[in-house]
């Protein structure tokens, strides 16, 4: 018999790293950035937590950390895109190489350890699932309410038109991908602190590129964020309960769930964004142009 | 102050001097790193870069360089083609390893028959598997408006997959002793891909790159398709309104780099690494993205960034041999090379003049 309470607990931790990742994502794109490189911060975040709560012995220290080193390597991005003025899709994916690069150099003396057990926050869920939740209505909340989001909407939508109304857009769009790498960061290390326990080569598996695609999927708007994080949780989950079940699937061909659900939803979302004259495409205006400024 | 005045065409000299520059920065902030971790930063670059070609086990690392260099090549040329018309193909690695599956899917269906045709037969499929892989992500932007990007990064997943599945399952050698893994195509003379020129590395995965670079120099300067595919990337509106479709780009594009992938990934299979594995993609795929821009999308420097990543592989399984530096060392290092190269490409598009004072 399966619980379904257990099997929505199991969702929502399946759904964290992806919901941090995305939801940083989303606050990125709206400045009008394409960040590729959300795996090589999550791989970064997932190291750099994993070894800052193995040597703390403190969880949240390591969460921290790796919000801390997210955001540091995201500053390269934000050097090669922002100052630089360097193609966008080709400094994301410098980012995401090297990044998964550098964490396989550094994480290699921590193969094999367990991490420090981590204290269960309210009705025994993890403390780090219930920021993830806090942070949709706080990151909704900030673009839709409050100036400064109005702001970074408005340079992400024209940023002629931000700069010309005296917008400093490229201090902005920093700003904004910092947050990006800070939550790809704890997102990444949710996975090694929380889920997996240990520290593996490339465990990140995808979950940055599948963040990029929920972007996608949400319209750009935090409960769409929500929506796509969970339904993947879903995936993820429903697929290993298959495999624990023993269904005569080999177990490779389950493990492709999660990949080919992104797709299917990828494609179902951008049809009705091409096709569907009500819903329109609401990505940002200035999405992955670079602004440089004449005077 | 300075401030970077938009230069109104992109400089050539800087366009040849910038991946020099990123080559050497490279070596400098690689040796820094190495310095940090402990290593003699010296011995570490000379161990990469100089000692695979010249060294004392040069003998044995030279012909490695084509090896390597082959695959790099083949799908950094097609990959290029895409680039110059902002279709951005990332799953080349997916396309590598079907292509690799396909091919040795006929050969295992031959086995054991004698014949001239089931090579050039296992090269077709080969090439037809990576474009159909890479037709998936073409078709789906076409008719559905889906992200490229994402949909052939996702295939490369998917594809890792199916690799894993098909040395576990259906591919797996009856004679194996039930260890996972396809037959070994090296012991299967009419399917292998053997040296061609014994001591050089040559097999006919570097005749396929040497044509490949030769066809996408023919395609981009000297046939309409490539001029439509330069202007759709420098002026989209106007390569509309020349008539230039963008769906037949797209599909062209992402047909041509999968077909060059999977091609490459037959190779691969049928010659180094010989059979089906569950690790059938190494990240050739990867790298040669890196390939392509560091060779600025052209042929001769696709050719010349091949032969110097293929380098960077060679030197990096030297050093881990010799120095006991960690395998990643490799992989950070393109990262790099790719930073600089992204950093320094500022030159080209700008010119850097002092601000004037008001």
């Not at chain 1, 409050?146 to 109304?165: C, P």
């Not at chain 1, 960061?185 to 940055?208: D, N, Y």
């Not at chain 1, 009705?272 to 329109?280: M, T, V």
Request: charged letters at 10%.
């Amino acid at each position: 018999m399966i619980d379904p309470l257990s099997v929505f607990l199991l969702l929502l931790a399946a759904a964290t790293p992806i919901l941090f990742a995305a939801l940083g994502e989303l606050v990125v794109e709206r400045a009008g950035v394409l960040n590729l490189g959300v795996e090589g911060m999550m791989i970064t975040g997932a190291l750099a937590g994993f070894a800052a709560a193995y040597v703390t012995g403190s969880p949240f220290a390591g969460f921290l950390a790796a919000a801390l080193a997210g955001a540091a390597i995201a500053m390269l991005f934000a050097a090669l895109t922002q100052i630089l003025l360097a193609n966008q899709v080709a400094s994301g994916l410098a980012l995401t190489l090297f990044g998964l690069g550098l964490a396989a150099l550094f994480g290699k003396p921590l193969e094999g350890i367990k991490a420090p057990a981590m204290m269960p926050g309210p009705l025994r869920i993890n403390w780090i699932v219930w920021l993830g939740l806090v942070m949709v209505p706080l990151v909704w909340w900030f673009l839709n309410r409050s100036r400064t989001g109005l702001i970074l909407r408005g340079v992400g939508e024209n940023h002629d038109a931000a700069h010309a109304l005296g917008y400093p857009v490229h201090a902005i769009r920093i700003a904004a991908i910092g947050f990006g790498g800070a939550m790809a960061g704890v997102g990444g290390a949710f996975i090694s602190i929380a889920t997996v326990l240990q520290w593996t080569e490339g465990m990140t598996a995808g979950a940055g590129w599948i963040a990029l695609a929920i972007v996608v999927f949400s319209n750009w708007t935090a409960p769409g964020v929500l929506a796509g994080a969970w339904l993947f949780g879903g995936v993820t989950v429903l697929q290993l309960r298959l495999q624990a079940a023993g269904i005569r699937v080999p177990v490779q061909l389950l493990s492709m769930a999660p990949y080919l659900a992104t797709i299917i939803v990828l494609v179902l979302i951008s049809a009705r964004q091409k096709y569907s004259r009500r819903a329109g495409r609401a990505a940002p205006g200035s999405l992955g142009q670079n602004f440089h400024a004449l005077r | 102050m300075i401030r970077l005045v938009p230069r109104d065409q992109t400089s050539a000299a800087w366009q040849i001097a910038t991946p020099l520059l990123a080559v050497l920065a490279t070596m400098i902030a690689g040796g820094l790193l190495f310095a940090i971790m402990g290593y003699d930063p010296l011995a570490a670059i000379r161990t990469i870069f100089w000692d695979p070609l010249f060294g004392p086990a040069a003998g044995y690392s030279r012909p490695q360089l084509l090896v390597k260099a082959a695959p790099l090549i083949l799908i950094a040329s097609g990959l290029a083609v895409g680039f110059r018309a902002g279709i951005w193909n990332i799953g080349a690695e997916g396309q590598y390893i079907i292509g690799g599956i396909t091919g040795a899917a006929v050969a295992l269906a031959a086995y054991p028959a004698e014949g001239m045709w089931i090579f050039p037969a296992m090269v077709l499929a080969g090439a037809l598997g990576g474009w159909a892989w890479g037709m998936i992500p073409a078709l789906l932007r076409n008719w559905f408006g889906a992200s490229e990007i994402l949909v052939s990064l996702m295939l490369v997943y998917v594809a890792q997959r199916v690799a894993a599945w098909m040395a576990f399952g259906p591919m797996k050698n009856p004679e194996g002793y039930g260890f996972p893994g396809s037959r070994n195509l090296q012991q299967y003379p009419a399917a292998s891909n053997p040296e061609l020129i014994a001591g050089t590395g040559a097999h006919w995965g570097v005749v396929a790159a040497a044509a490949a670079v030769l066809a996408i120099w023919f395609l981009m300067s000297r046939h309409i398709r490539g001029f439509h595919i330069r202007a759709a990337g420098l002026a989209p509106r106007a390569a509309r309104f020349a008539g230039v479709r963008p769906e037949t780009l797209v599909a062209f594009c992402l047909g041509l780099s999968g077909a060059f992938a999977g091609m490459a990934g037959l190779f691969e299979v049928a010659g180094p690494a010989g059979q089906i594995t569950d690790k059938l993609g190494t990240g050739y795929g990867f790298t040669a993205i890196i390939v392509a821009f560091l060779g600025r999308l052209h042929p001769v420097g696709i050719l010349l960034a091949g032969l110097l990543l293929a380098l960077t592989y060679i030197g990096g399984e030297l050093a881990q041999l010799t120095l006991q530096l960690p395998a990643a060392t490799v992989q950070v290092f393109q990262g790099m090379l790719l930073f600089f190269l992204l950093g320094f490409d500022l030159l080209t598009r700008f010119r850097i003049a002092r601000r004037i004072a008001a």
